[in-house]
Protein backbone atom coordinates (compact mmCIF):
# COMPACT_ATOMS: atom_id res chain seq x y z
CA UNK A 1 0.00 0.00 0.00
CA UNK A 2 1.41 3.41 -0.78
CA UNK A 3 0.95 4.95 2.64
CA UNK A 4 4.40 7.08 2.83
CA UNK A 5 4.53 9.89 0.24
CA UNK A 6 7.26 11.64 -0.07
CA UNK A 7 7.92 15.23 -1.99
CA UNK A 8 10.53 16.23 -3.56
CA UNK A 9 11.69 19.59 -5.19
CA UNK A 10 14.89 21.38 -5.24
CA UNK A 11 14.79 23.62 -2.50
CA UNK A 12 12.01 22.08 -0.37
CA UNK A 13 10.78 25.67 0.51
CA UNK A 14 8.08 26.35 -2.45
CA UNK A 15 6.65 23.65 -4.30
CA UNK A 16 6.89 20.61 -1.87
CA UNK A 17 6.13 22.77 0.85
CA UNK A 18 3.10 23.28 -0.43
CA UNK A 19 2.31 19.96 -2.29
CA UNK A 20 2.59 18.27 1.33
CA UNK A 21 0.47 21.08 2.61
CA UNK A 22 -2.20 20.23 -0.08
CA UNK A 23 -1.76 16.51 -0.33
CA UNK A 24 -1.96 16.25 3.70
CA UNK A 25 -5.58 18.31 3.44
CA UNK A 26 -6.71 15.92 0.53
CA UNK A 27 -6.02 12.84 2.79
CA UNK A 28 -7.71 14.40 5.73
CA UNK A 29 -10.58 15.17 3.34
CA UNK A 30 -10.78 11.48 1.98
CA UNK A 31 -10.50 10.38 5.52
CA UNK A 32 -7.21 8.63 4.63
CA UNK A 33 -5.71 8.54 8.12
CA UNK A 34 -3.60 5.81 7.06
CA UNK A 35 -1.36 7.95 4.99
CA UNK A 36 1.88 10.31 5.68
CA UNK A 37 3.51 12.83 3.79
CA UNK A 38 6.57 14.44 4.04
CA UNK A 39 8.84 16.40 1.81
CA UNK A 40 12.43 17.33 1.03
CA UNK A 41 14.87 18.75 -1.53
CA UNK A 42 17.45 17.44 -3.77
CA UNK A 43 19.47 20.60 -2.64
CA UNK A 44 17.95 21.68 0.41
CA UNK A 45 18.19 25.06 1.89
CA UNK A 46 18.24 23.21 4.71
CA UNK A 47 16.51 24.84 8.00
CA UNK A 48 14.93 27.46 5.47
CA UNK A 49 11.37 28.59 6.25
CA UNK A 50 9.21 28.02 3.23
CA UNK A 51 8.99 30.61 0.44
CA UNK A 52 6.43 33.56 1.88
CA UNK A 53 4.76 33.73 -1.59
CA UNK A 54 4.09 29.98 -0.52
CA UNK A 55 3.15 30.68 2.78
CA UNK A 56 0.61 33.59 1.67
CA UNK A 57 -0.69 30.80 -0.72
CA UNK A 58 -1.33 28.31 1.50
CA UNK A 59 -2.87 30.32 4.25
CA UNK A 60 -5.50 31.49 1.98
CA UNK A 61 -5.93 27.75 1.00
CA UNK A 62 -6.37 27.47 4.90
CA UNK A 63 -3.01 25.77 5.45
CA UNK A 64 -0.06 26.55 7.66
CA UNK A 65 2.86 25.51 6.34
CA UNK A 66 4.64 28.06 8.76
CA UNK A 67 6.24 25.20 10.87
CA UNK A 68 8.37 24.11 7.32
CA UNK A 69 11.85 23.30 7.44
CA UNK A 70 13.92 22.23 4.24
CA UNK A 71 15.29 19.00 4.33
CA UNK A 72 17.90 17.91 2.20
CA UNK A 73 16.74 14.11 0.64
CA UNK A 74 18.22 11.43 2.44
CA UNK A 75 18.77 7.65 1.99
CA UNK A 76 16.07 7.07 5.35
CA UNK A 77 13.80 8.99 3.94
CA UNK A 78 13.93 7.31 0.48
CA UNK A 79 13.39 3.98 2.55
CA UNK A 80 10.87 5.19 4.04
CA UNK A 81 8.82 6.14 1.16
CA UNK A 82 6.29 3.74 -0.45
CA UNK A 83 5.61 6.68 -2.95
CA UNK A 84 8.20 9.76 -4.23
CA UNK A 85 6.93 12.34 -6.24
CA UNK A 86 9.25 14.62 -8.28
CA UNK A 87 8.26 18.06 -9.65
CA UNK A 88 9.82 17.24 -13.05
CA UNK A 89 11.44 14.08 -15.11
CA UNK A 90 15.10 15.17 -14.87
CA UNK A 91 14.41 15.16 -10.92
CA UNK A 92 12.88 11.65 -11.28
CA UNK A 93 15.41 10.39 -13.54
CA UNK A 94 18.21 11.52 -11.54
CA UNK A 95 16.85 10.40 -8.58
CA UNK A 96 16.04 6.80 -10.39
CA UNK A 97 19.68 6.93 -11.49
CA UNK A 98 21.33 7.47 -8.00
CA UNK A 99 19.43 4.95 -5.90
CA UNK A 100 18.28 1.96 -8.46
CA UNK A 101 16.43 0.98 -5.37
CA UNK A 102 14.15 3.27 -6.21
CA UNK A 103 12.63 2.17 -9.64
CA UNK A 104 9.06 2.00 -9.86
CA UNK A 105 8.14 4.26 -6.91
CA UNK A 106 9.73 7.52 -8.31
CA UNK A 107 6.88 9.25 -10.16
CA UNK A 108 6.29 12.60 -11.17
CA UNK A 109 3.40 14.60 -9.12
CA UNK A 110 2.04 15.12 -12.63
CA UNK A 111 2.63 11.88 -13.91
CA UNK A 112 -0.93 11.00 -14.75
CA UNK A 113 -1.14 14.22 -16.79
CA UNK A 114 1.93 13.74 -18.47
CA UNK A 115 3.23 17.76 -16.55
CA UNK A 116 5.83 19.24 -15.39
CA UNK A 117 5.82 21.70 -12.60
CA UNK A 118 7.96 24.41 -12.96
CA UNK A 119 9.87 25.89 -10.13
CA UNK A 120 8.77 29.48 -8.82
CA UNK A 121 11.85 30.23 -6.93
CA UNK A 122 12.65 33.98 -7.15
CA UNK A 123 9.86 34.95 -9.61
CA UNK A 124 6.62 36.61 -8.84
CA UNK A 125 3.93 35.68 -6.75
CA UNK A 126 2.17 35.15 -10.38
CA UNK A 127 4.81 32.02 -11.18
CA UNK A 128 3.99 30.72 -7.27
CA UNK A 129 -0.05 30.76 -8.30
CA UNK A 130 0.78 29.25 -11.44
CA UNK A 131 2.85 26.28 -9.77
CA UNK A 132 -0.14 26.07 -7.33
CA UNK A 133 -2.44 25.00 -9.92
CA UNK A 134 -0.30 22.70 -11.39
CA UNK A 135 0.05 20.77 -7.86
CA UNK A 136 -3.28 20.97 -7.54
CA UNK A 137 -3.87 19.06 -10.31
CA UNK A 138 -1.27 16.45 -10.26
CA UNK A 139 -3.06 15.66 -6.23
CA UNK A 140 -5.90 15.32 -7.00
CA UNK A 141 -5.05 12.85 -10.29
CA UNK A 142 -2.99 10.74 -7.82
CA UNK A 143 -5.98 10.71 -4.87
CA UNK A 144 -7.57 8.63 -7.59
CA UNK A 145 -4.76 6.35 -8.17
CA UNK A 146 -4.68 5.75 -4.35
Same mark, same amino acid.
Given at each position: $???? /? ?6 ? !????? $? +? ?10 ? =? ?6 ? #?? *?? *??? !???? +??? #? ?11 ? #? ?6 ? =??? $????? #? ?14 ? =? ?17 ? /? +? ?11 ? +? ?10 ? $????
Amino acid at each position: $MLNN /ILIICVGN !ICRSP $M +AEGLFKQALVGA =NRTDCQVS #SA *GL *GAL !IGHK +ADA #SALQLMTRKGIDI #SEHRARQL =NDD $MIRWA #SLVLVMDLKQKTSIIE =NVKSTRGKVFRLGEWGDFD /I +ADPYGQKLIAFEE +ALISIEQGISQW $MEKL
